[in-house]
């Protein structure tokens, strides 16, 4: 391993066990596991807190890896339909979801789905009353679509075409369907049997961005993070975009519209220099 590399994966790691130290409480019942190489710390800091701590836990994955990492780690599992419901129906809520993402903004917008797991990644965020986001400090970006410059878009292998189409008029200039080389030839399928589409869009807007005569609305190619994300969650046979966008659990509790906060309430990042920049929701 390289030592780049190697720096690269201590940062996650400290982050990861940071992130564990400061929202998992030992009242908490469900937890939500994201995907990709930051969670496999995350699972290792929950790990490393013993079974007295996490035996009365039980951990929702959003897909075959993270599913896999909770079994190898011996952490009680179950699957996001398998959650027990209340009176009312209603699936018990996770009481903190810690997932890990590939771009996040300064209003902690993200850009999920760089390992193809989004669709999942998303339902659970929601199903969560806090989101925490886990990553190396490469992530961290003042405009989304900066250094991470595609967006990830599952659809159905029937409807690529189409929204291929609708994504070039919208002023992304070559999206493509992502290959599954060099392990699998042909695309990348994901774990709810669709395709995966990568949208370059150019630097997106924040919402504070927005002044007189910039709507955001994608003129000339630009568009702002929220007004992108609702076009594009409208194209037909788009099943779910990585764009998490919104707001995040505490400010959901206030707009009385729980479960449906995709931002993460704060985001860890870990530097080379081995210190964790903590960025908050203000
Ligand atoms: O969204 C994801 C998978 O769909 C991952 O969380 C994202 O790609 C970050 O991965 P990593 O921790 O390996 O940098």
């Not at 996001?80 to 419901?85: G, I, K, M």
């Not at 993402?101 to 209003?107: I, L, P, S």
Request: glycine share 10%.
């Amino acid at each position: 391993m390289s030592s780049s590399t190697s720096l690269i994966n201590s940062a996650k790691l400290a982050a990861s066990f940071q992130a564990v130290d400061e929202h998992l409480l030992p009242s908490h019942r469900f937890i939500g596991i994201g995907s990709g190489s930051t969670v496999v710390y995350v699972v290792e800091a929950i790990a490393a807190k013993g079974p007295s701590f996490y035996g009365d836990m039980t951990f929702v994955p959003t897909g075959s890896q993270s599913k896999g990492l909770l079994k190898a780690a011996g952490l009680r599992l179950c699957n996001l339909d398998e959650r027990p419901v209340d009176a009312h129906g209603v699936p018990v809520a996770l009481d903190v979801v810690f997932d890990g993402a590939d771009e996040v903004d300064e209003e902690l917008n993200l850009i999920k789905g760089g390992g193809g797991c989004l669709f999942q990644e998303k339902l659970v965020a929601v199903a969560g009353r806090k989101f925490v986001a886990v990553a190396d400090s490469r992530k961290q970006s003042p405009r989304l679509c900066t250094t991470w410059k595609t967006i990830p878009i599952e659809v159905l292998p029937l409807a690529a075409p189409s929204v291929l189409a609708r994504l070039r008029a919208m002023g992304s200039p070559s999206p493509t369907v992502r290959s599954g080389l060099p392990s699998k030839a042909g695309e990348c399928v994901t774990d709810n049997g669709m395709w995966i589409i990568d949208a370059p869009f150019a630097p997106l807007l924040l919402a504070r961005d927005l002044k007189p005569g910039v709507d955001g609305a994608g003129k000339d190619g630009v568009w702002e993070v929220g007004k992108l994300a609702e076009e594009l969650v409208r194209l037909p046979g788009v099943v779910e975009i990585g764009l998490f966008t919104g707001f995040n659990g505490v400010e959901a509790v206030s707009l009385g519209k729980e479960f449906q906060a995709q931002k993460p309430v704060a985001a860890y990042f870990g530097t080379p220099t081995g210190e964790v920049q903590v960025q908050r929701a203000t």
